[in-house]
Nanobody, 122 residues
Framework: QVQLVESGGGLVQAGGSLRLSCAASERAFSGYAMGWFRQAPGKEREFVAVISWSGGTTRYADSVKGRFTISRLNAKNTVYLQMNSLKPEDTAVYYC???????????????WGQGTQVTVSS
């Protein structure tokens, strides 16, 4: 069974940092772009960041530019989201997703992780 396994979520104070990880259970996503999305209670799922297979193309939501960094280590089938200078408004469930092309809309993605909770306290 192909799946995306996430880790790294938790509780952190405003201004702190977290690093999220998303690992494929097997090498089924070779050649895929990988994205991070988030969803807060009562809100729609929104784009956070995406990276191409080669790592040569990245895109970020305006709300996280300069604070978040997406990267990947294909040898480990793993994608990371380094989150710095966290704000309470970053509180959400964070999801990773895979797609053959770089896209910024959730509807374009077919494969999703289970989500991990990130809570930022003030």
């Amino acid at each position: 069974q192909v799946q995306l396994v996430e880790s790294g979520g938790g509780l952190v104070q405003a201004g702190g940092s977290l690093r999220l990880s998303c690992a494929a259970s097997e090498r089924a996503f070779s050649g895929y772009a990988m994205g991070w999305f988030r969803q807060a209670p009562g809100k729609e799922r929104e784009f956070v960041a995406v990276i191409s297979w080669s790592g040569g193309t990245t895109r970020y939501a305006d709300s996280v530019k300069g604070r978040f960094t997406i990267s990947r280590l294909n040898a480990k089938n793993t994608v990371y989201l380094q989150m710095n200078s966290l704000k309470p408004e970053d509180t959400a469930v964070y999801y990773c997703a895979a797609n053959l092309e770089v896209r910024t809309t959730p509807s374009a993605y077919k494969y999703w992780g289970q989500g991990t909770q990130v809570t930022v306290s003030s």
